[in-house]
């Protein structure tokens, strides 16, 4: 039997500047890795410059910082890449860093036709659970099939879209919800790419849709999902659109492993974490993912170093070239316990979806997908908060011996301190260097497009040879779409998950009292980090347990975040940042906050915060830190009412 080839093997990666992720990329490629997979940072993902007021903390921590045509140079220099396969992980900016990528190739002098990868150019998953949008639905939407009828033109190879369920799991999606919520979103945009492109030419652009998903722990479910997904794709693909070649209706998916449940307690128990998620993604042949990426086992920690993702990478290379997987046709079919199985979810998915068409599809339906991930994420906790969901080292076999992996100085990489002002030195040199005229005028030229409704990729990539940067690009398209603030799931009215409360409704009752008004808790999440599921989370359990609570939503400067407490008083205020900047941030609202005469307000945090970082942000005043392994919200709830409580306050 001829033994099939393998997955593309990536690594998602960038950090710290151009010139570090491209060293990272080449020592990755030189270690037998296939395909690149690019992670941008947080200002380069909502489309500002790396000197923005809301990029301060933010530059370089959760991937590159990409501000224009030289960072992208300096990003892909030795990497010939009309020869190499690209996914960026990017959704608002997809059409101006595809612009960019397809300036750099030019340069190389590459044939722009022969170019092969991704951009991920999945915005509606954004509003239900990255938050990196800039623009309101519609608009988003247009660019999406913007960038997929210019690929159709010029990049035959391209993905211009892929759907990306990843995070709709890492946000509590049920397997059933993750299958539809993604088919929707597919489905929306192919709707709005049939008035974009030819009749004649649709079934092919149909077959270049790709998608990015999630497998977690409960690996046979896991497999069965990828079953049903490619059994509904087909579906749909000949049912609802008319495509009779079979290739085009072929379900192509790239996926990372869930990055959700990997512990900050015991870590080194990650690695068979990972190992066992993989399994759901390769062992079947029918429904076997074309790329494979594999989380660190120490990113509960911190950012990984070069090593442990090189572990990563060696895991999915043991699988393709030492066993015999490849050797085989697919190994479940005629299965009936895995045919019942991918039935049932199907099923499940059929019903959401119907649900879905019923509210006007995708775009129409963001508010309830919103509300329905909150609430299956809360459900997800409560089952390991409680032990009916085990997690080992976490709430079972909690007694365990130190792990060497994490001792010593160098266990954990630490983003370079000096990375945000290199990188905003070369940025205000760029723009000393560049021909101003050419700048204005190629960016008149893409405000005309975006008012005009014509295609947005051909005038992006006149600015990006012109020497615009990400912050004047993303400056057009706010200007011309307009900002959106997405749903935050959290309704006002207190959920049906109260029967373990009573003890603390009661101190909250006992407390308001002694207030003279309702204990009032204010949820913050300071910066560009659109990570809002602990946020969230921590919101709507403190509503169940009777506070007053205010939550807007993401992406507010220290600024604004005070500028809330000023009108709203509230009684304890909460912070969450997942994106490695909680130290200059919470520094920054903890100065405002003590100049607006709010030094009595307590201040508790929650992220992925070392524990040196934990230490420095008690020092400034802080009340509590949180972060992965104090899952047991409850106790949280304990400490806000506590801190809330006038008679603590007085005795202190």
């Not at 010939?80 to 300036?103: D, G, K, R, V």
């Not at 062992?283 to 120490?298: D, E, G, H, T």
């Not at 005070?562 to 909460?574: C, Q, W």
Request: aromatic share 6%; glycine share 8%; charged share 25%.
């Amino acid at each position: 039997m001829t033994k099939d080839k393998p997955w593309l093997f990536r690594t998602y990666a960038g950090h710290s500047t151009a010139a570090a992720s491209n060293a990272l990329y080449r020592g990755n490629l030189a270690k037998g890795q296939t395909g690149l997979s690019v992670a941008f940072d947080l200002p380069t993902q909502t489309g500002y410059d790396s000197d923005h007021e809301l990029s301060a903390g933010e530059v370089g921590k959760v991937g590159v910082p990409v501000a224009h045509l030289g960072d992208m140079r300096t990003l892909f220099d030795q990497i010939p890449l009309e020869q190499m396969n690209t996914s960026m992980t990017i959704n608002a900016t997809a059409p101006w860093l595809l612009a960019l990528y397809i300036a750099v190739a030019e340069e190389q002098g590459a044939d722009v036709s022969q170019l092969q990868g991704t951009v991920q150019n999945d915005i509606i998953k954004e509003y239900l659970s990255r938050g990196t949008y800039i623009c309101p639905p519609q608009p988003s939407l247009r660019m999406i099939t913007d960038v997929a009828a210019y690929t159709r033109e010029h990049l035959p190879k391209w993905n211009p879209m892929n759907v990306c369920s990843y995070h709709l799991q890492e946000a509590g999606a049920t397997p059933e919800q993750e299958l539809a919520f993604a088919l929707a979103t597919a489905t929306a945009v192919l709707d709005d790419l049939k008035g974009k492109v030819a009749p004649e030419d649709f079934p092919a652009m149909v077959g270049r849709i790709s998608f990015f998903v999630n497998a977690g722990i409960r690996f046979v479910t896991e497999m069965c999902k990828m079953r049903a997904f490619t059994d509904l794709w087909d579906e749909i693909c000949r049912d609802r659109y008319g495509v009779e070649d079979e290739r085009y209706r072929r379900f192509r998916y790239g996926v990372q492993v869930n990055s959700l449940g990997l512990t900050e307690q015991q870590p080194e128990n990650n690695v068979y974490r990972i190992l066992i998620e993989m399994l759901a993604v390769t062992l079947s042949k029918k429904a076997r993912a074309r790329a494979v990426q594999l989380p660190a086992w120490n990113e509960a920690l911190g950012l990984p170093r070069p090593w442990d993702q090189q572990w990563s990478l060696r895991m999915q290379q043991i699988m393709a070239f030492e066993t015999d997987l490849l050797e085989y046709d697919d190994l479940f079919d005629g299965n009936p316990a895995v045919e019942h199985k991918v039935a049932e979810l199907k099923d499940g998915a059929r019903a959401e979806l119907s649900t879905i068409d019923s509210m006007g599809g995708a775009v129409g339906a963001i508010d309830y997908m919103k509300s329905r991930l909150v609430e299956s994420n809360a459900e997800r906790i409560a089952g390991i908060e409680g032990g009916e969901t085990t997690v080992i080292g976490v709430n079972r076999y909690e007694t365990g011996e130190p792990s060497p992996l994490t001792s010593g100085p160098d266990a954990i990489m630490v983003a370079d301190k000096d990375a945000e002002a290199d990188q905003i030195a070369r940025l205000t040199a760029w723009r000393a260097s560049r021909n101003e005229d050419a700048v204005r005028a190629a960016l008149e030229g893409l405000r005309r497009a975006a008012r005009e409704g014509t295609n947005i990729m051909p005038p992006s990539i006149a600015a990006a040879k012109a020497g615009a940067t990400t912050g004047e690009w993303g400056d057009m398209v706010r200007a011309a779409f307009g900002q959106y603030r997405g749903p935050t799931g959290v309704s006002a009215a207190p959920s049906n998950r109260v029967q373990n409360l009573d003890d603390i409704r009661a101190r909250v009752d006992m407390v308001s009292t002694r207030l003279g008004q309702r204990l009032k808790f204010m949820m913050g999440k300071p910066g560009l980090d659109g990570h809002s599921n602990g946020a969230e989370q921590i919101a709507a359990r403190a509503r169940d347990c009777g506070m007053a609570i205010s939550y807007e939503g993401i992406r507010l400067t220290p600024a604004e975040i005070v500028a809330r407490v000023d009108e709203e008083r509230p009684h304890v205020l909460g912070l969450s940042i997942l994106s490695g900047s909680h130290v200059p941030l919470v520094t920054e609202i903890l100065r405002l906050m003590q100049q607006s005469g709010h030094r009595e307000i307590p201040i508790v945090v929650g992220g992925i915060i070392p524990d040196v970082d934990a230490q420095t942000l008690l020092a400034a005043g802080v009340a509590r830190v949180y972060t992965p392994k104090d899952f047991r919200m409850n106790t949280i709830m304990t400490d806000i009412v506590t801190l809330a409580d006038p008679d603590r306050i007085a005795a202190e």
